[in-house]
């Protein structure tokens, strides 16, 4: 039999999300559960996949497919597609695996022609209804088809507008909205040559080629990458038959969220407009009505709406975002899916649905998406900085958080100014899915119109960007780039501050400071630490660092660069005289320089840490971070060498490296001038000593040696360091326990990680450098090249971000493998950046790490992460 690439909603079910996409395995589970939706049909996602292969052809045989199931819905229905009677319409709607919001196209009213829209108008007796619906189709259909700008449109609306001197499109008389579509047929001839195509069916497959084509569109790409979406999945499009929610004032559309998507409140969070069709709710074009109104206009049904609500929600096990549709009195739900919401809201919604025996805690764990995380530990403005400042407008709290910056009109502006190192502040009347760019650029987002269910809004939250919406008081002028308030005129030169969580506009730069960590978050927090057997720790270099870490939970630091606490001015000059010294007598009186600088920074660390566990790397410098280039710099070290500065203009030449990122750095450093490791060995010795006999803890501190390739190597620098550690601590008569163990991030060390083992106490990858050295890809330069790779889609991911698990993630196993079979229990971590990443961290689960370490703002993360792994593929027993 041959391959299906269309299924009716009735035959289909939730578990077929991969093939029908979302919305399509939603809309069919909705169909088994008996709720009201308009019936329809979905082509599959691997129909899109199949139209890429085929070199953005849809082939015959699915073409004739789509008709067939066209048949069919015109039997379901009783209606005929193009029909003389009874005219069968449709919207056309993307719908991928996961929900992209706003990110690809949709048309509505497809099915409409000269001779149908006069069968509509007959039948509905209602010629305004139907002229509305053709002209929107035309505006649509040529927008997302056939590529002719809707401002285009637009305009020719305003024109008439301007000329029948009425302000609304609502005002428009059917005899207008006729002459409207001649004007837009007409506009649309003179620019593709040819008439607005009438039959239907070809209007259906074009409409259908042009969603599969908008999921390469930029927009697309760009919020696939944000989230963690390959290409490969493709979108699936829904074809479903249309329902009018402007047939007049007892049809309306809105959109629901089964819990409030901003605070996470346990109460029905739903907007809705009478007479008007869904997109008009989520473009933010009209102000929308909060659902209990409803309650007055049409009772009966605003309880049959709370019923359903209340049933996808117990049906779905999670807050469910919902578009509705009354159709002359007529309730339909058109998609459920699950509702994007502020952190806040996620925690609340997830311990609550866990209080309310909704949900287990392993369920709880897996609603939230670890990113999300990150926006709760994100600065709010200063409370006294605040009060300084005049509110000068209020919107909507669309999404919490709090942001300053300059005005800027424009999503490009946006991102312009970004990248010159600006903060602006995105001002819109409202935005659209093209402004995304500028979205993620700007540090907050303030619109003019719009609800909390409109494009900004919905976006905002899901980036967890600051945002506040409809603040109808703003008149922005976006061609002479200036916002006026109250009289007064604000220019991109100006700052203002939003506050997303009051939605309150200030004039003025104002001051932010940390979060406050609570309640909620304390409680699943706790649930990820009971559920996870990953272990997590920090890469901290900074006893300030370490301890914010161990407030966000570190178990311990996985990596201290001590090359990263001579970043100081005032301590990057012993450094470099390091670096430069000719001899080892130049080298040692550098060294004795450092040495206190060291000890006391480690006894700082591990104070911080409170007696957990501390790895300390050795030196690790790639030379081109620390030598000099200044003039000044270069005289005032030839001045302390005693030596001239062209002869340290010489040293410098002679130690400049083609390629510092695979130089003389690491270990390397160790072999050639064992001097080094000595004095960090007796660093880290005399401090855990001294901290243990102070503190009567027992720390067993863990030296590391990085950029090892070869057992040799480790066995050389391994050899200085217990010499050294040895004789401090029989001097002491102390007791004290270290153990020496290597970074495993040079391929050859993956491969002969058996050898390697024998002489380690642990293992921790490097996956920076290990990415770097697989992939042979310079990890400072491969960022101006991998943007190609992601347009030509050979890479989807930035593989410095996200472990590359094909290869990179294989090196990871061989060298796990190999260093177990050798010694069982020797103790595995990662602290590359992919131990913040969350399928990174998924990933180092599965093959059995016994920790991640990651920087401190991302520990919280990374604890999720691992719960969800352990939720997934339980280690526990
Ligand atoms: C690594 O290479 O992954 C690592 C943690 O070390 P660094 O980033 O300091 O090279
Ligand atoms: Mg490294």
Known sequence: ????????????????????????????????????????????????????????????????????????????????????????????????????????????????????????????????????????????????????????????????????????????????????????????????????????REQLIESITAVFRSWDNPRANVYRRMNDIPSSWGTAVNVQEMVFGNKGETSGSGVAFSRNPATGEKKIFAEYLMNAQGEDVVAGIRTPSPIEELDKQMPETYREFIDIVNTLENHYHDMQDMEFTIEEGKLYFLQTRNGKRTAQAALRIAVEM??????????????????????????????????????????????????????????????????????????????????????????????????????????????????????????????KKTMTVNGKVYSSDDYISLDGSTGNVYAGKIETVEPEISGHFGTFMAWADEIRTLKVRTNADTPHDAAQAVKFGAEGIGLTRTEHMFFAEDRIFPMRQMIVARTEEARRTALEKLLPMQKSDFKGIYKAMEGHAVTIRFLDPPLHEFLPTQEKEIEDLATE?????????????????????????????????????????????????????????????????????????????????????????????????????????????CVTADEIAKEADFFSFGTNDLTQMSFGFSRDDAGTFLKHYYEKKIYDFDPFAKLDQTGVGQFVQIAVDKGRTVKESIKLGVCGEHGGDPSSVNFFHNIGLDYVSCSPFRVPVARLAAAQAEVRNPRKK
């Open 354 to 479: 866990v209080e309310e025996g909704l949900v287990s805690k392993e369920q709880a764990i897996l609603m939230m998406d670890p990113k999300q995380l990150d926006t709760l530990l994100h600065p709010a403005f200063d409370a006294t900085e605040m009060e300084k400042h005049d509110v000068v407008a209020t919107g909507l709290p669309a999404s919490p958080g709090a942001a300053t910056g300059k005005i800027t009109f424009s999503a490009l502006e946006a991102k312009e100014r970004h990248e010159a190192g600006e903060n602006v502040i995105l001002v819109r009347q409202e935005t659209s899915p093209e402004d995304i760019e500028g979205m993620i650029a700007a540090e907050g987002i303030l619109t003019v119109r719009g609800g909390m269910t409109s494009h900004a809004a919905v976006v905002a939250r899901g980036m967890g960007a600051c945002c506040v919406a409809g603040a109808g008081s703003i008149k922005v002028d976006e061609k």
């Open 1 to 200: 039999m041959s391959k299906k690439y269309v299924y009716l909603f009735s035959e289909g079910d939730a578990t077929m999300k991969n093939l029908l996409g979302g919305k399509g395995a939603n809309l069919a589970e909705m169909t088994n559960l008996g709720i009201p939706i308009p019936m329809g049909f979905t082509v599959t996602t691997e129909a899109c996949n199949k139209y890429y292969d085929d070199n953005k052809t849809i082939t015959q045989d699915v073409i004739d497919e789509i008709h067939s199931t066209m048949n069919k819905l015109e039997e379901i229905s009783g209606k005929e597609f193009g029909g003389e009677k009874n005219p069968l319409l449709v919207s056309v709607r993307s719908g991928a695996r996961a929900s992209m919001p706003g990110m690809m196209d949709t048309i509505l009213n497809l099915g409409l022609n000269d001779k149908t829209v006069e069968v509509v108008a007959e039948e509905t007796g209602n010629e305004r209804f139907a002229y509305d619906s053709y002209r929107r189709f035309i505006m649509m259909f040529s927008d997302v088809v056939m590529e002719i700008a809707k401002q285009d449109f637009e305009e020719i609306l305003h024109e008439m507008k301007e000329e029948k001197g009425v302000e609304l499109d609502t005002q428009l008389s059917s005899e207008d909205l006729k002459e409207l579509v001649v004007k837009f047929k007409d506009f649309y001839k003179s620019r593709k040559g040819e008439d607005f195509p009438q039959d239907p």
């Open 641 to 749: 060498l005693k030596i001239s500065v062209d002869e340290l203009n010489g040293v410098i030449t002679d130690l400049h490296e083609f390629n510092p990122m695979m130089g003389h750095r690491g270990c390397r450093l160790a072999i050639s001038y064992p001097e080094i490791a000595e004095m960090q060995t007796r660093a880290v010795i005399e401090a855990a000593i001294e901290v243990n006999e102070e503190m009567g803890w027992s720390i067993v501190p863990e030296i590391m040696i990085p950029l090892v390739g070869e057992v040799n190597e480790l066995k050389f620098v391994k050899s200085i360091v217990k010499k050294t550690a040895d004789s401090i601590i029989a001097e002491r008569g102390a007791e004290l326990a270290y153990l020496v163990g290597t970074m495993i991030e040079i391929p050859r060390a």
